[in-house]
């Protein structure tokens, strides 16, 4: 089948690969180059402009927020896209702004599945991600055999937005986690306690999360501090579902005060950050430090 | 060894079971018929006044709070407790408290660890406990031996107060992750998600913790809420997390809201109240209702 | 002037007295006994249909939310709304859809301003409220002149929506003032203390507050909780002021929070209560009664 | 009557200095040239060492902390303080260490009041203090008469520990309503208005608090930062009433909230700060910077 796939970031640069061994792919980047070099790559296509992308009978868009897969939907609207396309949106983006696109692309005779991913890069390398996907059953269906391609656990969690709602909800329960757990490890520390062994404790009991025992220990006690995932991208969905809760009038203090200390931790540690750097923020409102801090 | 095994609560009840394989044991406890039915089904010895087990030279103590601790280090150390023995104390504790008994037993020539566990009754009737101590290096050592009958964890954490430092985070680490978890889920349910596949996805992607993953399924969908750890103990336990923040004066707010939302939850709840039911509180609060809670 | 005012509640009923003593007012209502009422008690004209103000050359609306001004101006648009008039909007309304209904009206010619009120309904009867207003310069003027038989102190904040803004963030700095001294109070009383010496001492320090002044102390000492301004519309406005700060992408814990807390109060006192029993959330979150509280 | 005065900062000072126009006073300083001082410029006596004024039938102490009262009485008490005599405690202490001071004071036959003041360096000069008191109703009696020197308003609020109770919770209050205000501030800044329009509008307004009124404009807008007391002595107070709250196991989410955000701020201000400079930490934490804010 012949694909169109927007976006191609450190997420959606494999996923496209992938993808390009089952199917037919054009590959479409807000900087040309990085495009070209997927072709000259995997062998896919490469769309000089957006435009050669409207002929596609699937759109995948990948991007970094819906604003952007809204200003794409309108240009390829425009461009002709074709009445009876399948458009998968995998993007981790808002559940209002999703229905609004659907509906204006359900009135050109276009469906839309909204389809983020969990996993990281190396499950967008594998081609083992989770795609969780939020439209019609048969729009489902139709996007679960192309995403097979880039996914292993592929499920439909509900309608349109239903997607992005749990990825927001998946990402505000990993910042909460994260956060609380380096406000305790931060304390352990001051006390005089090795984190090692604290973890250790913690991690084979209750208290322990994705967060604990695989994300912290290697940054705060190891000094490994990668770029793997941008505290704004973490931040911008966190925000979701912090907005999601209010548009829904829900009293959730832990969601709100979760995006709060996000927003703050953004401003001070600035746009280019990796999310996890966020255990420094707490270590430095604190005018403290972990052994995975170098002195500076 | 002969050793004093001071409160059979749910957990206490199995440990000294375990305890009593490979050494001389006399149970103690405050309702006198547990120790007898204990005495009788697992061949301890029953103390019919506590004052019987000052002669002991190790003495171990699990009961709700630190306080408890400190009137029976009081009352046994004016029986006569000798010096040389050694006190390991297995409540979940606050750090301060336990410096201060360890203090007062130090003056009395007796060591004192604080070795708090986590597993829960499973752990405890299984003996693969994880026990966190805190104290001395010698004591720690004397302490793992005996402590081998009843964990296959066995942590040296730190000095005196460490334990219960760790175990205090840890249950912190866990009210605020099984909080947040109820919040969001409570937010998709609100949008129509079925929380069965949104548990699904999250259960696979960042945002899982143990919380998320073993103790909220069963309860809010499969609507069991059984009783195993009551909602007090982990109150308190956050609250001593709480404290140990403020006393180090440190700015921690996930902590500090996490153990203001407990408190809040303890007193709609009640005393009786198991911990997970927190999640009920979290949906009553917003006037909604899990799957797993009857209509009444 | 003629002037054509919708919305006799409890402040507009008397706003609308008070500036027909000035200028010719036909008054429209939802629910059209009121209007009726106003016409026979003010000698204002009633307007059957909401159609037959669409000529007036002024337009003032104070409604529950920016909702129903949108719907109010969508109507009049419509139904001949005049090129060259002057909306005045008094509600309490959201400075985003202030915005839109300002660009939507432009574009028939129609210029609008947001000119929300403080001083409650002693102020509205009296004619001595405050008016904040956003808008152009010149829209300003006019709408001055008119407020005039309404306020006294009637101040040009800002462009569009600024006077919705700082309506808002009043309220949310009320809310917050309010919450903090009840929690406060709470304290003391579970102390021992007598309440009413506290907060003369309070009211003579800096702790002190509109809240602590002139609105607490009768309710929680004096017993009275008089209906005089619905809970359900100062949680609108505190949620109003949460929005404009998550949408300034501003980190504002305090207002966070504030919101999460009373939209937790007015699902449990319900739509019809008061904003001052918030008090009484606060006291029966922690199993507390305020003196004023009769035993029920 | 002779009075000993412990402790001559910014407040006591003055206040050594009205008491002196009624009374024979002998002062101590820990810097022993501000006494020095004191005695020349107002004919008090200067004690050279503390032990002097263990002779006093009345000691007043207005120091930093409670943990400093309680050092000085154990000395005075060491060095012959009289039964019968009156402590007076003018500090912002803290309840619970003031029931141990008293309770140690009274095994000597020394009374104890607590007996915080409000008002501030201007009011401290003028003799126009607002001062509470906690303990037994003679005890009171006696006090009343000695603070008349220095205040106007002086309340009997309870037992031992009242006074620095109210206090702390006044202070608490103080905290929270400036916090909120500069939250509010911000985003109506950041919206673009004019500061000072908002704040008229909001000051003969419902959100209106004595920070928004008298504190806050002159520093924002006017620039003047003076110090008038430390953000480290208030946030110490902020401390007391949370942890006064804790100790009541009380649900006071505000309060809690207040007291890590000044924590917070203190740790990125600094030991000299002035308590208003909380403002431009809010400012910081958003990057943003008020009109008076010097660019540097």
Redesign the interface.
């Known amino acids: 089948m012949n694909i169109a796939f927007l976006g191609l970031g450190a997420m959606g640069y494999p996923m496209a690969a992938n993808l390009s061994r089952n199917h037919e792919v054009i590959v479409w980047n807000r900087t040309a180059e990085v495009a070209r070099r997927h072709a000259s790559e995997h062998g896919t296509r490469f769309a000089e402009s957006l435009e050669q992308c409207a002929g596609a009978p699937v759109v995948i868009s990948i991007v970094p927020t819906s604003s952007e897969v809204a200003e794409l939907a309108q240009i390829l609207s425009g461009a002709g896209l074709q009445s009876g396309a399948l458009w998968i949106d995998m993007t981790s983006g808002d ?1 209002h702004t999703s229905r609004t696109i659907a509906s204006d692309l359900q009135a050109k005779g276009v469906s839309f599945v909204d389809a983020p991913v ?3 890069t190396p499950g967008a390398e594998a081609g083992t991600l ?1 795609i ?1 996907i939020g439209g019609a059953e048969e729009d489902f269906e139709r996007a679960r055999e192309i995403c097979a391609s880039m996914g292993t ?1 592929i ?5 349109i ?2 997607g992005h ?2 990825k927001a ?6 910042a ?2 994260m ?3 380096a ?6 520390q ?5 984190l090692e ?2 973890l ?3 991690n ?9 025992e695989n994300l912290l220990p290697s940054r705060i006690i190891g000094g490994a501090w990668p770029l793997t995932f941008k505290l704004a991208l973490l931040d911008k969905d966190v ?1 979701i ?6 548009s ?14 996000f ?2 931790a953004l ?2 540690l600035g746009m280019g950050a990796d999310y996890m750097e966020v255990a420094k923020f707490v270590s430095s ?3 403290a430090r972990w052994p995975g801090e170098k002195s500076s």
């Open positions: 559940p969990t996993g990281g989770t969780m656990r499920v439909h969690v509900g309608a937005g239903a709602a749990v909800v998946n990402n505000a329960m990993l909460a986690n956060w609380v757990a406000e305790g490890l931060l304390s352990l001051t006390l005089g306690l090795d062994k604290a250790e404790v913690i084979s009991g209750s208290g322990r999360s994705n967060a604990s925000r579902a912090a907005s999601l809760a209010h829904q009038h829900l009293a959730t203090p832990m969601i709100g005060l979760t995006s709060t200390l927003t703050a401003k001070d409102l604190n005018r």
